[in-house]
T-cell receptor, first 110, second 113 residues
Framework: NAGVTQTPKFRILKIGQSMTLQCAQD?????MYWYRQDPGMGLKLIYY???????DKGEVPNGYNVSRSTTEDFPLRLELAAPSQTSVYFC?????????FGQGTRLTVV | DQQVKQNSPSLSVQEGRISILNCDYT??????FLWYKKYPAEGPTFLIS?????DKNEDGRFTVFLNKSAKHLSLHIVPSQPGDSAVYFC????????????FGTGTQLKVEL
């Protein structure tokens, strides 16, 4: 049972580059989320989705985009990477009120 | 605007003793509260939760207490074990809010031998 899978685990980007963080879940959950965690801070919600084809902004959406073409996949896109986007990114899916998290992607923008 | 606050960044406890982690919230619309545990280089994992209609929920060594009037909840771990050393996040959600979780900043628990 894979749960929530995130790729890559680590990435270094140069300022202005773009990339997509991948997230897939095999639990058939409708709700999916992207969070970022900065050092000493809690998890901040970037975007979320309540089902395929439906996405909405969270607390810190600027500089990011998402899509949800299938129930399983919820990729997060960074178009013009900035140093402020250096963080650890977590994807999660929800069953009832319990969120299941992936292992995270550590992104450094230099 | 930090709606969920964990004012203790760290806590050190001896093995076998009780660990008490605290969490305060400001949003009165929150009606479900959860605790997550996080080890380094891993994603958070669900530990225990409580609905606002209860004031206590127990699961083995873990008990969560909710004081709605004070907008305060706490996680008790007894007895504490070295494997409990991790960062603990308090989270809250509101019905009808897209099931979005709002997290606190976390408390690093260290259980010493």
């Amino acid at each position: 049972n894979a749960g929530v899978t995130q790729t890559p685990k680590f990435r270094i980007l140069k300022i202005g580059q773009s990339m997509t963080l991948q997230c897939a879940q095999d639990m058939n959950h409708n709700y999916m989320y992207w969070y970022r965690q900065d050092p000493g801070m809690g998890l901040k919600l970037i975007y979320y989705s309540v089902g395929a084809g439906i996405t909405d902004k969270g607390e810190v959406p600027n500089g990011y985009n998402v899509s949800r073409s299938t129930t399983e996949d919820f990729p997060l896109r960074l178009e013009l990477a900035a140093p402020s986007q250096t963080s650890v990114y977590f994807c999660a899916s929800l069953r009832n009120t319990e969120a299941f998290f992936g292992q995270g992607t550590r992104l450094t923008v230099v | 605007d930090q709606q969920v606050k964990q004012n203790s960044p760290s806590l050190s406890v001896q093995e076998g003793r009780i660990s008490i982690l605290n969490c305060d919230y400001t949003n009165s619309m929150f009606d479900y509260f959860l605790w997550y545990k996080k080890y380094p280089a891993e994603g958070p994992t669900f530990l225990i939760s409580i609905s606002s209609i209860k004031d206590k929920n127990e699961d083995g060594r873990f008990t969560v207490f909710l004081n709605k009037s004070a907008k305060h909840l706490s996680l008790h771990i007894v007895p504490s074990q070295p494997g409990d050393s991790a960062v603990y996040f308090c989270a809250a959600s509101a019905t009808g809010g897209g099931n979005k979780l709002t997290f606190g900043t976390g408390t690093q628990l260290k259980v010493e031998l």
